[in-house]
């Protein structure tokens, strides 16, 4: 199995770059669909909660099946990677902004009902007042969102994408070496998601030191 090796920090490159951004996007996206609840923005907020819902409440593998497969019948075509990145942001945007919500809504309405009897805009509002009390709340459930949507990158295989899953499949069918392959497979999420761990851990005591 030392020539698959090579293949295997090509895959967990994959992994990581489809994890990375998807990450990425899950927070940005999340952060407003939470804000848009937070201040019941009307119709918008609405919007938001059914697409919460859709993205909660439906696999990730039938997320990444419609995109890749379904979108291209209406002539909408993605790439095998940007379809991973786009299924891991919809799926994940749900999530992060649950946390948001829930973190937001910890802090007293009086503060924000105080601000803008003040004339602070609601961007101001939430940049100045409500984010940096809230964000140490919403801290551990983020970084657990983060390591769920890490993991939930094994299923982007299904898109012909070349990640550690996909690769481990080939192997096997291949050569036949199914626990060499599946050992390698453990070792290179391990490599993956323990730095991960060890980081949002980290990152969490900070933070509850700090607040």
Same mark, same amino acid.
């Given at each position: 199995?030392r020539?698959?090796?090579?293949?295997? /920090?090509?895959? *967990?490159?994959?992994?990581?770059?489809?994890? =990375?951004?998807?990450?990425?996007?899950s927070?940005?996206?999340?952060?407003l669909?939470?804000?848009?609840?937070? %201040? $019941?923005?009307?119709?918008? +907020?609405?919007?938001?909660?059914?697409? /919460?819902?859709?993205?909660?409440?439906?696999p990730?593998?039938?997320?990444?099946?419609?995109?890749?497969?379904?979108?291209?019948?209406?002539?909408?075509?993605?790439?095998?990677?940007?379809?991973?990145?786009?299924?891991?942001v %919809?799926?994940?945007?749900?999530?992060?902004?649950?946390? =948001?919500? +829930?973190? =937001?809504?910890?802090?007293? $309405?009086?503060?924000?009902?105080?601000?803008?009897?003040?004339?602070?805009?609601?961007?101001?509002?939430?940049?100045? /007042?409500?984010?940096?009390?809230? !964000?140490?709340?919403?801290?551990?459930?983020?970084? *657990?969102?983060t390591?769920?949507?890490?993991?939930?990158? +094994?299923?982007? +295989?299904?898109?012909?994408?070349?990640?550690?899953?996909?690769? *481990?499949?080939?192997? /096997? *069918?291949?050569?036949? $070496?199914?626990?060499?392959?599946?050992?390698?497979?453990?070792?290179?999420?391990?490599?993956?998601?323990?730095?991960?761990? !060890?980081?949002?851990? =980290?990152?969490?005591?900070?933070?509850?030191?700090?607040?």
């Amino acid at each position: 199995m030392r020539e698959c090796i090579p293949l295997y /920090i090509d895959a *967990a490159g994959v992994t990581v770059l489809v994890a =990375f951004f998807g990450v990425l996007g899950s927070l940005l996206v999340g952060f407003l669909l939470s804000v848009v609840r937070f %201040f $019941k923005v009307p119709v918008l +907020s609405n919007v938001s909660g059914i697409y /919460i819902e859709l993205a909660r409440n439906t696999p990730l593998i039938v997320q990444l099946y419609f995109i890749y497969y379904g979108l291209p019948k209406v002539g909408i075509r993605f790439s095998s990677l940007t379809t991973a990145i786009i299924g891991l942001v %919809f799926l994940g945007s749900a999530y992060m902004a649950e946390s =948001f919500r +829930s973190a =937001f809504e910890v802090i007293s $309405k009086d503060q924000s009902e105080a601000a803008s009897a003040l004339g602070m805009s609601r961007i101001k509002v939430m940049l100045l /007042i409500i984010l940096p009390q809230s !964000l140490p709340v919403a801290v551990p459930s983020l970084t *657990a969102n983060t390591i769920f949507l890490v993991k939930e990158t +094994s299923v982007v +295989s299904i898109v012909a994408l070349m990640d550690l899953m996909n690769l *481990a499949k080939d192997i /096997i *069918a291949l050569y036949y $070496k199914t626990n060499e392959a599946l050992f390698m497979l453990v070792v290179a999420y391990a490599l993956i998601l323990l730095p991960i761990s !060890l980081f949002a851990h =980290f990152v969490e005591k900070r933070v509850k030191y700090a607040h």
